[in-house]
């Protein structure tokens, strides 16, 4: 994932990854990228690096140019292909990702602290309903399937320009995460609408989830989680 901020006063403004695809559209997929757009600002950070070491970068006109992680390309560009009021569409020549922006209804207030830690949830869908347990670097994760096993993803938490984001490795997937008194909503952001997910804390018998912890922790010991 990708924190990227770029001057233009007109599309100020805090948006969010879509998708991405070829541009001769031959595969498509979603991906975890933030975009904030604000006055003379431009800075790019990876969830999984330093974020007070960030990337390179510049801009000319309408053209973004930063750091490739291709070793063959010292940059990578892309122009600014579409922007309208709620989305935005970035394209070169090899692939074109189309960003949306965020309604600052889903902001979070100053007094809004995300705790999730040590704590068991259930997260439901219309579709399962999934039991969580944060702990401070990976949650365990079971659906109510009966054929489902307990799962140790990693999760983090980041804050940009007064949106909270969840990420959860194992549905690679980012989330504005709000709290509304002692409740979290979790939205996940699509082309053409906002899907709301219930994230309510509950009560329930840990000791299977403490077998488990301690299992992850040791493998993480060995270096094989």
Same mark, same amino acid.
């Given at each position: 994932m990708i924190f990227?901020?770029?001057?233009?006063?007109?599309? /100020?403004?805090?948006? !969010?990854?879509?998708?991405?695809?070829? /541009?001769?559209?031959?595969?498509?997929?979603?991906?975890?990228?933030?975009?904030? !757009?604000e006055n003379?600002?431009?800075?790019?950070?990876? !969830?999984?690096?330093?974020?007070? !070491?960030?990337?390179?970068?510049?801009?000319?006109?309408n053209t973004i140019f930063f750091k490739s992680n291709d070793e063959y390309s010292l940059t990578k560009t892309f122009k600014i292909a579409h /922007?309208? /009021?709620?989305?935005?569409?970035?394209?070169n020549t090899l692939e074109t990702k189309?960003?949306?922006?965020?309604?600052?209804?889903?902001k979070s207030k100053n007094?809004?602290?995300i705790d999730l830690k040590n704590k068991l949830f259930e997260l439901k869908t219309d579709s399962f309903i999934d039991t969580l347990f944060f702990?401070?670097?990976?949650?365990?994760?079971?659906?109510?399937q009966p054929d489902r096993k307990w799962e140790s993803p990693f999760w983090e938490l980041k804050e940009v320009n007064e949106f909270k984001f969840l990420f959860t490795g194992d549905f690679s997937t980012l989330f504005v995460i709000v709290k509304n008194k002692n409740n979290y909503f979790l939205y996940k952001v699509l082309k053409?609408?906002?899907?709301?997910?219930?994230l309510n804390e509950i009560i329930g018998d840990l000791t299977e989830i403490n077998k488990i912890i301690k299992r992850v922790e040791l493998m993480k010991e060995k270096n094989v989680w």
């Open positions: 990227l901020i770029y001057s233009n006063k007109k599309s /100020n403004g805090t948006y !969010i990854g879509v998708h991405k695809y070829y /541009n001769d559209k031959s595969f498509k997929w979603s991906f975890d990228e933030i975009l904030v !757009i003379l600002k431009f800075q790019v950070i990876s !969830i999984l690096t330093n974020p007070e !070491i960030p990337e390179k970068h510049f801009t000319i006109g /922007n309208n /009021n709620d989305s935005l569409v970035l394209k189309l960003f949306r922006k965020l309604p600052d209804s889903l007094n809004d602290k702990k401070n670097d990976f949650y365990l994760r079971k659906s109510n053409d609408r906002i899907i709301k997910f219930e």
